[in-house]
């Protein structure tokens, strides 16, 4: 049988996610570039006009979105979605949180030490062009796009030191976590430990500023980083007896910490966020079908720790944000109890709240309004 083929390159940070559950899974595959001439004449027209991660089967189809293409082996033999209340939602929240609530610092740290990272990434953008085109020139068109971008995000220079300051408070609460714990919620990885790794891995674990500051910061971190790009469990320090979740549901205090310390930059963004959008929903009325867009064409304009912000909405927060939202619904009412006060205790309690005007789903390998 053709084993499964996995459309990514290194320094992606959604691609971090899927190649990580991949490994994890054990689920054989080949990575490719995108460049190669098959994904761009008959994959990316399958996935929906979009790029990787993008995994194609040994039966031709096609699945782009490292969310989706989780779901896809999920759906068939779960392994890593936590069936408690309580880990369910946490892990659900760490998946938000990793794919969408770390880019401005995954942003700030690749763009803003050129003379730490420049060489390093000119090297992987040229990875990007097909052949017989100018390597140089595309990876210089590409870099300026992407610097660019990182102002969108809120990356700009008034904010860059408080930027840094709740990344490294971040990055100390998570390594006292690692410390003790393999994983976030225990012996094995959560989806919420994928969701982590997008941004953990491609952008802060691996380009060269960041990985230095990791490696100084938390070292815990970083052998967490190292675990979720390894086969099996990966757990040489054998601080857990077993491999599996916590028992009774049990979410760790350290971890409690890192959802407080988020919760002063996630929490305002995603509320402010929401608000943006369905305010651009109110003026621009999308038809069902249409895929969603990156991003709306208004910032939205918040404060965290102190620092004013103003960044891009994405919809794509409340596509992975509805499934937190939904999990918390379902549950029975001792249950319920449960989880709202541990997410009261995080000052998580308002992302139950956030939501956006227009449902989204899914069609053709593309989000789209419903």
């Not at 097909?130 to 990356?155: C, I, N, T, V």
């Not at 621009?284 to 912000?309: C, D, H, Q, W, Y």
């Not at 919809?315 to 937190?324: C, D, G, M, N, T």
Request: some cysteine; glycine content about 8%; proline content about 6%.
């Amino acid at each position: 049988m053709q084993e499964l083929t996995l459309y990514a390159v290194p320094f992606s940070l959604y691609s971090g996610k899927a190649r990580s559950y991949l490994i994890k899974a054990g689920v054989p595959y080949r990575e490719l570039s995108p460049a190669v001439a098959h994904y761009q004449e008959k994959v990316l027209p399958r996935a929906g006009g979009r790029s990787i991660p993008v995994i194609e089967l040994a039966d031709g189809a096609v699945v782009r979105d490292g969310t989706r293409i989780i779901d896809h082996f999920e759906s068939h033999e779960p392994r890593f979605a936590p069936q408690s209340p309580c880990q369910s939602v946490v892990s659900l929240l760490f998946d938000v949180i990793g794919s969408e609530g770390l880019l401005r610092p995954a942003m700030h740290y690749r763009w803003n030490f050129p003379e730490a990272n420049e060489v390093f990434l000119k090297c992987h953008f040229e990875m990007l062009a097909p052949e017989g085109l100018d390597a140089s020139k595309l990876a210089e068109a590409g870099m300026q796009r992407m610097r660019m971008a990182s102002l969108a995000f809120g990356a700009v220079p008034e904010n860059l030191a408080g930027i840094e300051s709740l990344y490294e408070s971040f990055l100390e609460l998570l390594d006292a976590h690692f410390a003790t714990n393999d994983y976030l919620l225990g012996g094995k990885p959560s989806i919420g430990d994928f969701g982590l790794i997008a941004p953990l891995y491609a952008h802060l674990g691996r380009d060269p500023y960041s990985l230095a500051l990791m490696y100084k910061k938390a070292i815990h971190v970083f052998r967490w980083v190292e675990r979720m790009n390894r086969p099996g469990l990966d757990m040489g320090e054998l601080r857990n007896a077993v491999d599996d979740y916590y028992a009774d549901d049990k979410i760790p205090e350290t971890l409690v910490s890192v959802l407080r310390h988020m919760a002063l930059d996630f929490i305002p963004e995603t509320l402010a966020a929401a608000g943006t959008i369905n305010q651009w929903l109110g003026a621009n009325p999308p038809v069902a079908g249409t895929p969603i867009p990156r991003s709306v064409s208004e910032l939205a304009e918040f404060e965290a720790a102190g620092l004013k912000m103003k960044a891009i909405a994405q919809p794509y927060r409340f596509f992975l944000l509805r499934r937190v939202q939904e999990a918390v619904a379902g549950l029975d009412e001792g249950p319920r109890a449960r989880v709202d006060d541990l997410l009261a205790r995080c000052n998580m309690a308002e992302v139950l709240g956030a939501s956006l005007d227009r449902e989204i789903g899914w069609a053709d390998n593309r989000e789209v309004w419903l």
